[in-house]
């Protein structure tokens, strides 16, 4: 039997084919795509400098900063302040958390670290004594306007973009690829 004398049967042979290709293919390849944005996450896009320009390491710097923006807090506004515990709190265990846990604690610091700001500099302290604090606010803030420029974020809002039309969708939950967080990007 010749497939020219079963049309049913080529149709339905050739919709298995494109059917296989879109969904097989295209899950592997949107999971590649995938990975390829969490490389420059991690990595970033300039692999060959000695130094880290990415948003993980950008995100590192700012929990850096912020830890010692909570102990100077500590030393000036007292060991029980509320604001730096917490700041010190959402930095604990951060380089094990998944990028949705980074970015919801980022938000919480950022907003921990304003908040410390001002009780510091409405208290009566001579400015010499707040200098460690100021410049590792000011190093947290300018960690800020890395990872807002960071590529990493328009690389996952394209890839989500991708993900919301057909065949895309179904085959990324046919192959289990979840949407990147993107920084507010």
Partial sequence: M??????????????????????????AAIARDRNRALDVFQNGT??????RFC???????SVECAQVMAYEAQLLLG??????????ELTDGFEDADIAEKYA????????????????????????????FKQAYDDFWGS????????????????????KGFPASAAAKLWGVEELETFGG
């Fill in 105 to 132: 604690r980022y938000q919480q610091m950022q907003t921990c670290s304003d908040l410390l700001y001002n009780a510091i500099y409405g208290s009566q302290h001579a400015n010499a004594k707040r200098a460690n």
């Fill in 46 to 51: 300039e692999k060959q400098q000695t130094q």
């Fill in 144 to 163: 800020d306007k890395l990872i807002r420029k960071d590529p990493y974020r328009s690389m996952a809002a394209s890839f989500n973009d991708e993900m």
């Fill in 79 to 88: 060991d029980d302040n509320a604001d730096a515990a917490k700041l010190l």
């Fill in 55 to 61: 948003m993980d390491a950008y995100l590192d710097r």
């Fill in 2 to 27: 010749r497939f020219s004398e079963n049309r049913r049967l080529a149709g339905a042979v050739l919709a298995v084919c494109v059917l296989g290709s879109i969904f097989g293919m295209g899950g």
